[in-house]
């Protein structure tokens, strides 16, 4: 019976440690997105650079491929026109 109790508590705590888990990646997932968001109009290519990893490939919608290092390079990035 207690055998039984400690199964469950430890399953208990485990769930729980996997939603906070969870929400957390939620949370990290939304304000990564948002930085780099916030990042194109002023072309801070910084939250980008970070975000994006070394090997990454980036496939653009006319189905241009590029690396890490060219999507950076080419200024995919870039600020907006002057208004």
Known sequence: ???AIVVALVAISVSARAAETADAVKA??????????????PGDKAPW??????DCVYNNEVGMS????????????????EQ
């Not at 990290?28 to 109009?41: G, H």
């Not at 650079?49 to 070394?54: F, G, I, L, Y």
């Not at 590029?66 to 907006?80: C, E, H, I, N, S």
Request: glycine share 2%; no cysteine; hydrophobic share 50%.
């Open 1 to 3: 019976m207690v055998r």
């Open 28 to 41: 990290r997932l939304i304000e990564t997105t948002q930085k780099l968001l916030d990042a194109v109009a």
């Open 49 to 54: 650079v970070k975000a994006m990893a070394e």
């Open 66 to 81: 590029l690396t890490k290092a060219a999507a950076v390079t080419l200024d995919r990035v870039q600020p907006g026109p």
